[in-house]
Each structure stands twice: as structure tokens, then as C-alpha cells.
């Protein structure tokens, strides 16, 4: 059984720029939800997908945006860059959304906007 | 008010010491996960408790659904245990897997 895994595990882009990532959810699973972690803070929630449909959102721009595919993979974009989306990006994925389904989280993404 | 409390923020303990890290939590459904998250940054689920008590190896964890309170106890603490713990509740409503963290505790085991 594959785990949760993310890609790249850095990256580096300049102001203005726009970026994707990516999150192989694991097997079984077709529930992916996708947090920004700041320096020294605790992530907070950007949104949700299930079933290749979003399914919640966090207080976090329109230039946040994401999609989720059939086979449950999904990607976060951010356009127009800003230096304070510089942060630890994580995805989590579950076997549904039920509250008490456990979330299995990636590695995580850092994203450094300079 | 936070929505979710933690205490203590820190914690330094010798090696072999009893650790108890506490949870308050003023939103969230009937659930509650324990996760932990090593400098590198990545995040492991130890535990999502809906009632009682739960035990995982030298971790054990309890949870208060009426009181909003949860405990991460760790026995036998080790330098390997040095890590973030973060107590996060499900914000529940349409975005059931949205979960809300605490700052974390970090805690720092000494040998």
C-alpha cells in the first residue's frame, strides 16, 4: 500500500509567478484535503476534494485553486504568487469524509517566494 | 479566543519522564485528532478519538467530548519522541475533513 506522497519537495518561485502541486492520495482513498502550514504556525485548512469535486474551502483567495482527478491524485495551483504564501504546503488524504475518518499526510511541499 | 488551545507550548523533559500534553477546543464535532509533526515537516496521525481513551505503544490518549478536552499522554519518554504534537478537531459542516490545529507542543526530550 502506497502512502501519501508529494511533489516537488521544494520550490522556488519569484513574486507574480504561479505554481502547482501535486498530491498522490493514498490507495483506497478519495478524499484529499490540502493545508498551508507558515512558518511557525499550524496549517490551516485551503480546501477540500472529494470525489473530483470540491467540498469546503478555508478563508484563502480565488488564486488558490485545485483540482482533483479520477484517479483521487489532486493539485493545488496558486497564481500571482505573493511573498507571504512562502509556507509548508501539505496534503492529506482519507477514505471519505466522515469527521472520524483518520487523514494520512504527505511529506509536504515548501514553497519559498522570493 | 482560539478555537483551539494547547498547553504547554514547550516542553523539556529528561528521558524516562511522564509527559502530558492538554487540548481545549471551543468548535469542532464529536472528534478529535492527535497528530505529530517532526522538524522535517512531515505529520503523522497517531490517533482520532471519539470517546474514552485510546492506546497506542507508550502513547495514550483521552478525550472529554462534553468538556472539549483531550490529553496526549506519553510513558517513558525517549529523544525519539522529540517532535510538535498538535491536537486538531474536525470543524465538521459541509467539509468534514477540515480539520482545525493547534499550535502545537513542542516537545524536546533530553537523554
Known amino acids: 500500500e502506497t502512502g501519501v506522497t508529494q511533489s516537488p519537495t521544494h520550490l522556488i518561485k519569484t513574486r507574480g509567478q504561479q505554481v502547482t502541486l501535486r498530491c498522490s492520495s493514498q490507495?483506497?482513498?478519495?478524499?484529499v484535503s490540502w493545508y498551508q502550514q507558515a512558518l511557525g504556525q499550524g496549517p490551516q485548512f485551503i480546501f477540500q476534494?472529494?470525489?473530483?469535486?470540491?467540498?469546503g474551502r478555508g478563508n484563502f483567495p480565488p488564486r488558490f485553486s485545485g483540482l482533483q482527478f479520477p484517479n483521487y491524485s489532486s493539485e493545488l495551483n496558486v497564481n500571482a504568487l505573493e511573498l507571504d504564501d512562502s509556507a509548508l504546503y501539505l496534503c492529506?488524504?482519507?477514505?471519505?469524509?466522515?469527521?472520524?475518518?483518520?487523514?494520512?499526510f504527505g511529506p509536504g511541499t515548501r514553497l519559498t517566494v522570493l | 479566543k482560539n478555537e483551539v488551545e494547547q498547553s504547554p507550548q514547550n516542553l523539556t523533559a529528561q528521558e524516562g519522564e511522564f509527559i502530558t500534553i492538554n487540548c481545549s477546543y471551543s468548535?469542532?464535532?464529536?472528534?478529535l485528532h492527535w497528530l505529530q509533526q517532526h522538524p522535517g515537516g512531515g505529520i503523522v496521525s497517531l490517533f482520532m478519538?471519539?470517546?474514552g481513551k485510546k492506546k497506542h505503544g507508550r502513547l495514550i490518549a483521552t478525550i472529554n467530548i462534553q468538556e472539549k478536552h483531550s490529553s496526549l499522554h506519553i510513558t517513558a519518554s525517549h529523544p525519539r519522541d522529540s517532535a510538535v504534537y498538535i491536537c486538531?478537531?474536525?470543524?465538521?459542516?459541509?467539509?468534514?475533513?477540515?480539520?482545525?490545529f493547534g499550535k502545537g507542543t513542542k516537545l524536546s526530550v533530553k537523554p
Open positions: 492529506a488524504s482519507s477514505p471519505g469524509l466522515a469527521s472520524n475518518n483518520e487523514q494520512f
Open positions: 490507495s483506497g482513498h478519495n478524499t
Open positions: 476534494y472529494y470525489r473530483e469535486e470540491e467540498n
Open positions: 468548535v469542532g464535532i464529536s472528534a
Open positions: 478519538l471519539s470517546s
Open positions: 486538531a478537531p474536525p470543524r465538521g459542516g459541509g467539509s468534514q475533513g477540515n480539520l482545525i
